[in-house]
């Protein structure tokens, strides 16, 4: 399990979790850790292939994007 942050922005964390969940790849959870938002990653499945990992750090990187390009931080 690990906690991602990004730019450490509680708001910008916040939409890239839940565009990640939209996006159906794969679900990762949204959290609250030392009063600061981050997204959850929990891989615990040895079932989960490398081709599993490459697709859901595609989202979360896609989602990123898209969450920046938004705020127009692009």
């Known amino acids: 399990q690990v ?3 990004f730019d450490d922005d509680d ?7 839940a565009r990640v969940q939209e996006d159906g790849t794969c679900w990762l959870g949204g959290t ?3 009063d600061v938002a981050a997204m959850r990653v929990s891989v615990s499945s040895w079932l989960t292939t490398d081709e599993d990992i490459d697709r859901s750090a595609e989202a979360i990187l896609r989602c990123l994007a898209s969450a920046r390009e938004a705020r127009g931080a692009g």
Not at 11 to 17: G, I, N, P, S
């Open 32 to 34: 609250t850790w030392h």
């Open 11 to 17: 708001a910008l964390t916040r939409d890239v979790t």
């Open 3 to 5: 906690l991602v942050r």
